[in-house]
């Protein structure tokens, strides 16, 4: 064992990836011929541009074009490298390594570049042939081998991978499906907004997104031929390909005794808990952090190398990444944090006519992250600014137009920035509609308010997104003579009115919550308490069934099924259909009033019982027993229908016509759990002398001999109004019906919050007659919609969350009597 | 020991918690509501409301304010202060996310 000083010592590599390319180049130019090296690759190639699978898939790239070192690289470095042999075994005690063909070599440094294994997800079935993941060439031979046949291909998983994975497919001829976990693509990328744009751009290319799809099986007798949906679907499947994520390949490691976790720790030299050993890669943990992308990786190679060739450097501090998604076409890009709050502050830009999306988040003047999609031109000058921290409070106002735009001065004056545009200057993108246009039309045919330049000219009749630019222009051609018109956006977070708001989802064919924000240009990336019930609402309304509702767009009463009350408890209020009650029923009120220590029990102005007092957790064992005993919940707490309060009528009144109680029961059922703007109470009294106070509701029925008058419009509450006559039918069938048409006409007119009456104002009486009472058809029509959308509804929800529909609602996340000692470091 | 140690308690995964939604944490002197944003921040503040002790755990969550179910305070969940024009502060708590799951500082979230 003689040791001689001269002697280079030996430096062996065990991966062949990317991590430790980079690595050993920046040690070569560090210090040339420091070391002997030795590599070991699993993979029978050299090293190549892992990143580029993508395009290679897609048939953009062949192989060749994305080899990193060819064989001349390791020949004129003297690297000796063991193409497909893997390491099985490290002798830390002897320094040595064992390959799977049996070579043992010894190391004086040793470097762990395993990078990491794709994860697969334990399902019956994923073994099958036809079932691949995406992480090497030879993946990549598989899936162009299936890709050849055509037929089926499922990619589980909407990330990064799985869509590039999809796009590649797609554009080699197979019919591919997505099948994503979480509710939006890149969920760890992307915003709500920018998915939503992603979503919409991937599905052009003619593939299938199933989002919250839980993937339970993949079935196939000898090989892959379908999966199966937690929802009980499936689907056709000749390729699955596997994409959920990546996991540290450190399983060399942790047989050796190295220190593991998630991933091989090391310091902020990359030295492992071996001084010998050194880790570098996917495969690593680094400050509690693996990372996933080449960038990170790339700056441990540095300090690595550094260390390797003798320097004392600065250690390795940890990344921020950026994300850019390699699908020709398709433009995004995501960086640092975007999370909002009080102390940061966005700038958002939204370009519907061109699908742009921009948002940049800053905290005390600084960028902290950064979206962008559809134009990500400046992604790189974001990414700078937010790895150098750089003040950018002087040029907020300009920032979100990107570098190009940067000197350009202080915000301008918007009417003063109007004026000064060209004549052939574009207004309105959606309608291509140019300032001189509109400018000859205001002059021509003397407009003087923006629905008159919207009617003649379309321009802001779209998304309307440039309105205050359209105004700009009303007022620098008018002059002093253009007052703006008293347009009350619906809140801060949009230029647009309610009624635009509800008009474009409808034109637009807009259905998610998203996809109104992106398309109508909202201002802030998720909305704020006022607008964001209003659009679930409006949604609800224009897609019955279609729809997702989104419950915490919903005020706790309506998430919870209950009203709550000044002490945090809840009220609990059974439907009594029109009023009407059995023993059996005030029994068992009775009974499971006692049985859960109701602290108060009261009749409410509606003709039903209340239960006060309840606490959160004990809500379900109440309604549970309530179910039990025939009951469902009154909706006490809806924008919805609340209750039919009926009088004794014909049955047992002697002045009677008609028969009160039985109407109202019936409307009662026809619309229970309907959605609407406001709260809607009904009434019928069996004859005009009203004793169920019909003429103060939203809509009651006062029965004479002759039949029945249809009341609307009323209320007695921060306003007392006593109805109007809408007309009269002279059967209960009508009845029924024209209150339905009613009732939809409001769902589909009113704004969010304004009860019957205010809408009925804004549209007048003689409007809403004239196509309920006079056209047949549109009152068909009108009860036909109700009809369809009231089949999403007719479902007790006591009954649905009894049975466990997110149940976690009601049970604190921990509960703890007594804190448990902390556990052993 | 009678020092605030610091003692990170695991609350379970970050999904347990729905997006733009909060649960709640129950411990001998007082509860806790666990916030959850749109991004997968988390943030934790005593559940009474600054004005009249409402829950703010059953408040609308947007950006990161919460919107008191009660009368609409909105309050800030990173400091709990009152926003606007409305004064007062609901305590905050040391909470965290490491692997997905959440983590609370018993040491503090306990302590009188
Ligand atoms: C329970 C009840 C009082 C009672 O003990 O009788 C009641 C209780 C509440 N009413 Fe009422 N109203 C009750 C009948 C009424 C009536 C009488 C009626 O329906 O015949 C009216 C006048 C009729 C009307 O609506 O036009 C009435 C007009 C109001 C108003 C004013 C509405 C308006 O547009 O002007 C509000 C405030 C609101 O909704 O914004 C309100 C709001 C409330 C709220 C929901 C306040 C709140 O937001 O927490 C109360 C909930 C307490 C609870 O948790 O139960 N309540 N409220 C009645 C429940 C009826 C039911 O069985 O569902
Ligand atoms: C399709 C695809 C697209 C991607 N796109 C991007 C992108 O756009 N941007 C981005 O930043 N990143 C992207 N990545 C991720 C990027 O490729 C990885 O972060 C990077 O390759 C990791 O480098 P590494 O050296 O740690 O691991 P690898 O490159 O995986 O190298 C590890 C090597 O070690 C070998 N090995 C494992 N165990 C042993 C053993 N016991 N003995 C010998 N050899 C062993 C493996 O076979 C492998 O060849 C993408 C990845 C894929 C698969
Ligand atoms: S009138 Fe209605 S809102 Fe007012 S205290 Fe009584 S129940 Fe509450
Ligand atoms: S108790 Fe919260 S706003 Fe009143």
């Known amino acids: ?825 | 020991m009678t020092d605030a140690k610091q003692y990170w308690f695991d609350l379970g995964p970050l999904s347990a918690i729905p997006k733009r939604g909060a649960r709640t944490v129950q411990v001998p002197r007082r509860d806790i509501a666990v916030f959850r944003t749109a991004n997968d921040e988390v943030f934790a503040l005593e559940n009474r409301c600054p004005h009249k002790g409402g829950p703010l755990s059953e408040g609308i969550v947007h950006g990161r304010k919460v919107a008191c179910p009660l009368h609409n305070w909105v309050i800030d969940l990173e400091s709990g202060n009152a926003t606007g024009a409305d004064h007062g502060c609901a305590r905050s708590f040391p909470i965290k996310i490491e692997n997905e799951r959440v983590f609370i500082d018993m040491g503090v979230a306990a302590a009188p």
């Not at chain 1, 939503?196 to 003619?206: D, P, S, T, V, W």
């Open chain 1, 1 to 825: 064992m003689t040791s001689q000083v001269s002697q280079r010592r030996k430096l062996v590599v065990v991966g062949n990836g990317m991590a430790a390319g980079r690595m050993l180049e920046d040690l070569f130019a560090r210090a040339p011929g420091a070391y002997d090296v030795t590599i070991f690759g699993a993979e029978p190639r050299v090293n190549y541009d892992r990143i580029m699978l993508s395009p290679v898939l897609s048939g953009e790239k062949v192989y060749e074009d994305i080899v990193i070192h060819g064989d001349g690289w390791y020949a004129e470095n003297g690297i000796d490298l063991k193409r497909g042999e893997k390491i099985v075994a490290i002798d830390r005690a002897g320094r040595t390594v064992t390959s799977s063909a049996g070579t043992v070599v010894a190391y004086d440094e040793l470097v762990i570049a395993t990078g990491s294994d794709p994860f697969v997800i334990p399902v019956p079935g994923n073994a099958l042939p036809g079932v691949v993941t995406f992480r090497d060439l030879d993946d990549v031979e598989k899936m162009l081998a299936a890709a050849a046949k055509g037929g089926d291909a499922v990619v589980i998983g909407g990330g990064l991978l799985g869509l590039e994975a999809a796009a590649g497919l797609a554009q080699k001829g197979m019919k591919v499906t997505v099948v994503h976990l979480m509710p939006i693509l890149m969920e760890r990328q992307l915003d709500q907004n920018a998915a939503y744009l992603l979503k919409k751009a991937i599905e052009k290319r003619g593939i299938t997104i199933e989002t919250g799809a839980n993937t339970t099986a993949i079935l196939g007798d000898g090989k892959v031929e379908a999966i199966k949906l937690e929802d009980g679907r499936t689907l056709p499947a000749d390729l699955v390909v596997m994409a959920v994520g990546i996991r540290p390949n450190a399983a060399l490691a942790k047989s050796a005794g190295l220190a593991v976790e998630r991933g091989i720790v090391v310091d902020d030299h990359l030295a492992t808990s071996d001084p010998a050993i050194s880790a570098v890669g996917e495969c690593v943990q680094h400050r509690g952090q693996c990372y996933g992308l080449v960038a990170p990786l790339y700056e441990m190679g540095k300090v690595l190398a550094a260390r390797l060739a003798g320097e004392t450097g600065a250690g390795y501090a940890g990344s921020i990444t950026s994300t850019k998604l390699k699908v020709t076409g398709v433009d995004l890009f995501s960086a640092g944090d975007f999370s909002e709050g009080d102390d940061t502050d966005e700038v958002v830009l939204r370009d519907p006519s061109r699908g742009v999306y921009k948002r940049v988040i800053l905290r005390d003047g600084r960028i902290v992250g950064a979206v962008l999609y559809g134009d990500v031109a400046d992604g790189s000058w974001y990414f700078d600014l937010i790895k150098k921290q750089a003040d950018v409070s002087e040029m907020r106002e300009t920032l979100i137009y990107g570098q190009a735009f940067q000197g350009g001065g202080a915000a301008l004056d918007p009417v003063a920035a109007v004026a000064a545009l060209s004549d052939d200057a574009e207004i309105c993108g959606c309608n291509g509609v140019s300032k001189g246009t509109i400018v000859a039309a205001i002059t021509a045919k003397g407009l003087t308010t923006l629905d008159e330049v919207r009617a003649v000219t379309k321009a802001s009749a779209s998304c309307g997104q440039c309105t205050a630019k359209v105004e700009a222009v009303l007022a620098a051609t008018l002059g002093d003579a253009y007052a703006a018109a008293s347009r009350k956006p619906m809140c801060k977070c949009t230029d647009l009115t309610h009624e635009e708001v509800r008009e474009r989802i409808v034109a637009k064919e807009l259905k998610s919550v998203p996809a109104v924000m992106q398309e109508l240009g909202w201002k802030t990336s998720c909305g704020c308490p006022s607008c964001r019930p209003a659009l679930n609402y409006y949604l609800i309304a224009a897609w019955p069934g279609e729809y997702r509702d989104d419950l915490q767009s919903r005020f706790v009463n309506e998430r919870l099924h209950a009203n709550i009350q000044k002490d945090g408890t809840f009220s609990v209020v059974p439907r009594m259909w029109g009023g009407l009650t059995t023993a059996a029923e005030l029994k068992a009120i009775g009974e499971i009033a006692e049985k859960h220590q109701v602290p108060l029990v009261k009749m409410t102005g509606g003709q039903r019982v209340d239960f006060l007092g309840i606490p959160k957790e004990r809500l379900t064992a109440i309604w549970k027993d309530l179910n039990d005993a025939g009951m469902v919940s009154g909706h006490a707490y809806s924008k919805g229908l609340r209750t039919v309060k009926t009088c004794v009528g014909k049955s047992w009144c002697r002045f009677g016509t008609q028969d009160s109680m039985g109407l109202g029961v019936k409307l009662e059922k026809l619309m229970c759990g309907s959605w609407t703007p406001a709260k809607v109470k009904l009434a019928v009294s069996g004859c005009p002398r009203n004793c169920s106070e019909a003429t103060v509701k939203d809509i009651g029925v006062i029965c004479v001999d002759s039949g029945y008058d249809i009341h609307i419009a009323g209320a007695a509450g921060l306003h007392v109004r006593a109805t109007d006559l809408l007309g009269h039918v002279d059967t209960e069938e009508e009845a029924l019906e024209v209150c339905a048409a009613v009732l939809q006409a409001y769902r589909e007119g009113a704004v969010y919050l304004d009860r019957l009456y205010k809408w009925s104002e804004k549209v007048g009486l003689d409007t809403i007659r004239a196509r309920i009472i006079d056209d047949l058809a549109e009152r068909r029509a009108l009860y036909d919609r109700f009809m369809i959308s009231q089949r999403a509804v007719r479902k007790d929800p006591w009954a649905e969350r009894v049975a466990g529909r997110e149940l976690h609602e009601f049970m604190p996340l921990a509960k703890l009597d007594i804190i448990p000692a902390p556990a052993a470091e």
